[in-house]
């Protein structure tokens, strides 16, 4: 049992650290190449959202067809939002939204891609103050058992 706490422990810490550094910097950077992204008119050509075979597991997929005003072209919006972390509910409610034939508003970000609504800083280091929290329950659990295992050996 010792042996599978270890490991747990191992490998939570690992996916934590791997959060703090990699996953929640790249998040907020997404946000900020948005936050003073341009308002574009568009209309929507076709809403899809479904399931589809990912390395032999589903995954949802969402795509948002749509045409912007100002330039006539096509463009394809598979990120809804930056910074968030998808979940299949999320994409259902925005391919939801945005039925063909409706004129909407879209964000155009300072690296050219299109986004249908903008980001959340909260939302995009919510896997930051994850893994934080986790390194504060971790420390505190060390921290509890060696003194539990020094008052053990001086008895």
């Given at each position: 049992?010792?042996?599978?706490k ?36 568009a ?9 589809e ?41 925005f391919?939801?939204n ?9 964000f155009?970000s ?46």
């Open positions: 049992m010792e042996k599978i270890g490991i747990c422990f191992f490998a939570l810490t690992f996916f934590s650290f791997f959060g703090v550094v990699v996953f929640t910097p790249a998040l907020v950077y997404e946000v900020f190449q948005t936050s003073d992204s341009k308002i574009v008119e209309e929507v050509i076709e809403s899809y959202f479904g399931y075979d990912l390395f032999g597991r589903e995954a949802c997929s969402l795509e948002v067809e749509l045409k912007i005003l100002s330039t006539n072209e096509n463009v394809i919006v598979r990120n809804a939002k930056p910074g968030d972390i998808a979940i299949c509910s999320s994409k259902k409610k391919a939801a945005y039925q063909p034939g409706d004129f909407t508003i879209v155009l300072k690296n050219g891609e299109y986004y249908l609504a903008l980001g959340s800083y909260l939302e995009a280091m919510t896997p930051g103050i994850l893994s934080i929290v986790w390194f504060v329950f971790f420390y505190s659990y060390i921290k509890i058992h060696r003194k539990r295992a020094s008052q053990v050996s001086s008895n």
